[in-house]
Every structure is written in C-alpha cells, then in structure tokens.
C-alpha cells in the first residue's frame, strides 16, 4: 500500500509561484506512475503532470506546459510540482496520485492511490 502526502499550498500573489512536494511511503516500485490533479470548486478533478520514478518519461497537460515542471527526489522519496506565473484560474486543492503502471493515463479513476489534497489560492 501507498501513502502520499501533500504539502506546499498556500495564498500567493498572480505571477507568483509555489512548489508542491508530495512524500511517498509504504510498498512500491519503481514501475509506479506519479502524477499531480488538480480539482477546482465545481469542476472535475484534471489532470496535470505525471512522471516516471526515474524521470525519463514526464507527461503535462498541454494547457499547463512551460509553466508547471514536475520532478522527484527519489533519496527523500518526494514528488514535486513547480509552479510559475500562476494565475487566478490555477486555484484549486493539488492530488499527488499514483497507479502501479507506467503507461500513460491521464484519467484520475485510473489512479488507486491519493493524498489528501494541498489548497492552492491565487489572488489577482
């Protein structure tokens, strides 16, 4: 079983950025996709980023390319989501998730495991 925990949320200024982590713990290999959600009030849960243990294959959501940058540590067993030049329309509460396959998914019911979700605010 895996456990993920998100952090790094918070109210910041448009044109600002932030840095999410996500911390792994529990059962699992390096086979496992790692991927970031985002969910904002009255919408569905959109996927974001998704990246490999190893880093060499890294997914984004078009629309976010250029801005957002995921990455991972894998001595801390972390997940990162980088976020520049965020804007209003980027509020939403961040899911880091993971499936057991590497093949790409960007669904979010294709993902067994979730965190508990970061509140990220952006102010105009």
């Known amino acids: 079983q895996v456990q993920l925990v998100e952090s790094g949320g918070g109210l910041v200024q448009a044109g600002g950025s932030l840095r999410l982590s996500c911390a792994v713990s529990?059962?699992?290999?390096?086979?496992?996709?790692w991927a970031w959600f985002r969910q904002a009030p009255g919408k569905e849960r959109e996927f974001v980023a998704r990246?490999?243990?190893?880093?060499?294959?890294?997914y984004y959501a078009d629309s976010l390319k250029g801005r957002f940058t995921i990455s991972r540590d894998n001595a801390k067993n972390t997940i990162h989501l980088q976020m520049n030049s965020l804007q209003p329309e980027d509020t939403a509460i961040y899911y880091c998730?993971?499936?057991?396959?590497?093949?790409?998914?960007?669904?979010?019911?294709?993902?067994?495991?979730w965190g508990q979700g970061t509140q990220v605010t952006v102010s105009s």
């Open positions: 529990g059962r699992f290999t390096k086979a496992y996709a």
């Open positions: 998730a993971a499936r057991k396959k590497l093949t790409y998914i960007d669904t979010a019911t294709w993902y067994p495991y």
């Open positions: 990246t490999s243990w190893s880093g060499s294959s890294i």
